[in-house]
């Protein structure tokens, strides 16, 4: 059983390009959550998708947008790019949107923005 | 949504017995309280998760008062390999909140 896939596992980019990173949920999720890593910070929240919709955000610009496919996988895409959004990202995956149904992270995508 | 208080770090060696206490004073009443393990450069790993009383699993035990204001993630006979950020957090059912990691605590085990 596939646990969260994440792709690419590491991307170099300039500021102000975009950027769209992927993820594929566990098998049987329903529900994707973002997270950003800065070093030596804990994960910060970005947005949480089910059914396809954004159902909740943290506290993130516009810049940061997703998508949730019909399959359940994923997309973060992040606009104008700046050397602070340099920072591991992470996708959650877990069955249903409660904060209580435990989430199953994948090895993240290390962002580098030059 | 309730917000976490822990150690910044904590050092033990192999063979001992870890208490990690997180403090959550505003803890809301459907919120469950989780703990979650990060190795550098993965993702964060669900360890155990309760809402009052004592919950024990393969991995680890928590124990929450019944005031639910703190709780707190014991392992037993830790070795190595248990050196990690370890991170409290709490949630539940709540519309439009997000599910916060605090800096969490640096466990260190040495030999």
């Known amino acids: 059983d596939a646990g969260v896939t994440q792709s690419p596992t590491h991307l170099i980019k300039t500021r102000g390009q975009q950027v769209t990173l992927r993820c594929s949920p566990k098998s049987g999720h329903d529900t994707v959550s973002w997270y950003q890593q800065a070093l030596g910070q804990g994960p910060q929240f970005i947005f949480q998708y089910y059914e396809e919709e954004e159902r909740q955000r943290g506290n993130f610009p516009d810049r940061f947008s997703g998508h949730q496919f019909p399959n359940y996988s994923s997309e973060l895409n992040v606009n104008a790019l700046l050397l602070g959004d340099s920072a591991l990202y992470l996708c959650?995956?877990?069955?249903?949107?409660?904060?209580?149904?435990?989430?199953?992270f994948g090895p993240g995508t290390r962002l580098t923005v030059t | 949504l309730a917000k976490t208080t822990q150690p910044i770090s904590m050092d033990s060696y192999e063979g001992q017995e870890v208490n990690i206490t997180c403090s959550h004073n505003n803890i809301a009443t459907n919120d469950y309280i989780t703990w979650y393990q990060q190795f550098p450069s993965q993702g964060p790993r669900f360890i155990i998760q309760g809402y009052k009383t004592k919950v024990t699993n393969e991995v680890a035990s928590l124990f929450i008062p019944a005031d639910r204001k703190s709780s707190t993630l014991s392992l037993p006979r830790v070795s190595l390999s248990d050196t990690a950020v370890y991170y409290c957090?709490?949630?539940?059912?709540?519309?439009?909140?997000?599910?916060?990691f605090g800096k969490g605590t640096t466990l260190s085990v040495s030999s």
């Open positions: 959650a995956s877990s069955l249903g949107v409660g904060w209580q149904d435990e989430q199953y």
């Open positions: 957090l709490v949630g539940g059912i709540q519309a439009g909140t997000a599910l916060i």
